[in-house]
């Protein structure tokens, strides 16, 4: 879940400046979650750019065990995809992929946003427009996806260099179905994208 960022100054106003004591406790408690989501979501792009747990745990004034205890599910999709190679064209759509899930503001890159990514990559015959105004609108407030989701890195983790087909396959395979619902509300039939 991504924080609300305009939320943010609201509620610090009303847990601060209220004349209600109820609803200053109230927006405290909302204020400490969106300051949990923004936390999460600048760690995983502390890990996304290679640092560590020892120096990231330095700012938040915890041990190094802490903060791994408390965000190693991060540092997994730092890890997606170890020691793999990828196709120019492959590289380019996790990419896209990557912009895809920051424009709806998703937690990580789905099924669906990899679609999409692929079908910019490769003329697959999807409307892109379409496809995204069904996925649904673009999010102002959004931070950046942690990494691709579990499901699709299991099914990305055989391969050790990676083509752009394998990425398709993947999000047409994903049990999840977020790619499959889309092309479903969009009528088009799963089987002309693996062509």
């Not at 509620?11 to 923004?38: I, K, N, S, W, Y």
């Not at 996304?48 to 004034?61: E, K, Q, R």
């Not at 205890?69 to 759509?93: H, I």
């Not at 579990?150 to 179905?177: I, N």
């Amino acid at each position: 879940m991504a924080p609300n960022l305009q939320r943010i100054p609201d509620l610090v106003q009303t847990a601060t400046l209220g004349v209600d004591p109820m609803a200053a406790l109230q927006a405290l408690t909302e204020l400490r979650h969106q300051l949990d989501l923004v936390e999460r979501s600048q760690v995983a792009r502390a890990l996304d750019t290679g640092h560590s747990f020892t120096a990231i745990a330095v700012p938040l004034a915890i041990s190094r065990q802490a903060a791994h205890r408390r965000y190693r599910d991060l540092a997994v999709t730092r890890e997606e995809l170890p020691l793999r190679t990828f196709s120019p064209d492959a590289r380019a759509a996790l990419q896209r992929a990557r912009q895809e899930a920051a424009r709806q503001g998703a937690p990580s890159i789905a099924s669906e946003h990899l679609l999409i990514a692929v079908a910019r990559t490769r003329a697959l015959g999807l409307d892109i427009d379409a496809a995204r105004r069904a996925v649904g609108p673009p999010r102002h407030d959004a931070t950046e996806p942690a990494g691709l989701h579990a499901s699709l890195r299991t099914r990305l983790a055989q391969h050790t260099h990676l083509e752009l087909d394998h990425l398709l396959h993947a999000a047409l395979e994903d049990p999840d179905g977020g790619a499959r619902r889309l092309l479903d509300r969009l009528g088009v039939p799963p089987e002309s994208m693996r062509r």
